[in-house]
T-cell receptor, first 117, second 108 residues
Framework: GAVVSQHPSWVICKSGTSVKIECRSL??????MFWYRQFPKQSLMLMAT?????????EQGVEKDKFLINHASLTLSTLTVTSAHPEDSSFYIC?????????????FGSGTRLTVV | RKEVEQDPGPFNVPEGATVAFNCTYS??????FFWYRQDCRKEPKLLMS???SGNEDGRFTAQLNRASQYISLLIRDSKLSDSATYLC?????????FGKGTRLHILP
């Protein structure tokens, strides 16, 4: 089945530094990937939609200059949290869309737990 | 008001019991509906899709009422391994919209 690999699974960084999270579709090409954030006991909130070869589409309230998204190939999207602060500590999950499977083609990465100290 | 609302939980249910979850959605343009399961600190995983005609998969039954904009999930003969958070998920305009989830604890 479709597999999405997300790395790192957890990261601790100092306030003010930047952190890059990678999301790879291992056995299918994904023209569209999605980035979510989940705070404790909250729902997954869509941050942005990443489109291969073009700019990401950010949801309202998400700072595009803070959360940099790059989707340079059909199998890789990256999310960089720039100048991270403690309030950015959260669980970040990517999802890749396998176009050939319609609505059943959304596969999630295993998530990245970011802690900013 | 959130677009997808679920029972707050947590539900603490003895093993073998039947448990039902409810979910409502506010946008009538919502196109497709699913239940996902999320274990603690893990990614969500598709449990089953939801149709107006109902969908049954083993001990799990899901139902959609479009007129009421209401979705349900029924788990029969609950197992310890059913303990998880159950997410009501709506697809709209190529976006996945998650409910906050309902936590279920199956008690031995």
């Amino acid at each position: 089945g479709a597999v999405v690999s997300q790395h790192p699974s957890w990261v601790i960084c100092k306030s003010g530094t930047s952190v890059k999270i990678e999301c790879r579709s291992l056995d299918f090409q994904a023209t569209t990937m999605f980035w979510y954030r989940q705070f404790p006991k909250q729902s997954l909130m869509l941050m942005a939609t990443s489109n291969e070869g073009s700019k990401a589409t950010y949801e309202q309230g998400v700072e595009k200059d803070k959360f940099l998204i790059n989707h340079a190939s059909l199998t890789l999207s990256t999310l960089t949290v720039t100048s991270a602060h403690p309030e950015d500590s959260s669980f970040y999950i990517c999802s890749a869309k396998n176009e050939g499977r319609g609505l059943y083609g959304y596969t999630f990465g295993s998530g990245t737990r970011l802690t900013v100290v | 008001r959130k677009e997808v609302e679920q029972d707050p939980g947590p539900f603490n249910v003895p093993e073998g019991a039947t448990v039902a979850f409810n979910c409502t959605y506010s946008n009538s343009a919502s196109q497709s509906f699913f239940w996902y399961r999320q274990d603690c600190r893990k990614e969500p995983k598709l449990l089953m899709s939801v149709y107006s005609s109902g969908n049954e998969d083993g001990r799990f039954t899901a139902q959609l009422n479009r007129a009421s904009q209401y979705i349900s999930l029924l788990i029969r003969d609950s197992k310890l391994s059913d303990s998880a958070t159950y997410l009501c998920v709506v697809f709209r305009d190529d976006k996945i919209i998650f409910g906050k989830g309902t936590r279920l604890h199956i008690l031995p």
